[in-house]
């Protein structure tokens, strides 16, 4: 602070000055964060938790042949509708890995709808710990990213959240 700054030119030239010395330390980082490693157990599978709602799914995924088991039951058991059942393939099908990997989850809380999007949420940062290569397109699919919404709290004085008692004048 010894040397004050007093034209747009001086900033400009001191901006990059500081960026330039810090640049060339802080480009060897970048590229050794970017090439992940895979994150997997002794018995190479990749683990993750996946949110949504009020639902918690812890997620393994193992190279395989495409077996889904959710709370110890086939996935047409336990996610009888199909469209919850589409759901959790939908992170296979945008990686371009259908039927590559078996996946054992365990979910608790919430509904069945919270708790289909847990489990995809879970299968999706397994992949990417398993293969990182598959990132890039979970990400771009919007499948890292945990869903913030959650049903909203109950207010005093009122029915529901927002919803209030009928008026009445008299």
Avoid: C
């Avoid at 812890?58 to 058991?77: C, F, H, L, Q, T």
């Avoid at 945990?146 to 209030?164: C, I, N």
């Amino acid at each position: 602070m010894a040397d004050e700054i007093k034209s747009l030119d001086q900033l400009k030239d001191a901006v990059t000055a500081s960026v330039g010395g810090v640049q060339g330390t802080a480009a060897a980082e970048p590229q050794a964060s970017v090439a992940r490693e895979p994150q997997r157990d002794a018995l190479g599978r990749a683990y993750a938790t996946g949110k949504r709602k009020d639902a918690v799914a812890r997620v393994w995924v193992k190279p395989g042949s495409g077996k889904v088991v959710v709370n110890g039951k086939d996935i047409a058991e336990y996610f009888a509708r199909p469209v919850l059942q589409m759901i959790l393939r939908q992170p296979f099908d945008v990686a371009g890995v259908a039927n590559q990997y078996d996946v054992y989850a365990t979910v608790a809380g919430g509904g069945l709808s919270g708790q289909a999007g847990a489990v995809k949420h879970g299968i999706s940062k397994a992949l990417q710990l398993h293969e990182p290569s598959l990132r890039a397109p979970l990400k771009a699919a919007g499948f890292l990213t945990r869903d913030p919404r959650v049903v909203e709290r109950k207010k005093y004085g009122k029915a529901k959240a927002r919803k209030s008692f009928q008026f009445s004048k008299r």
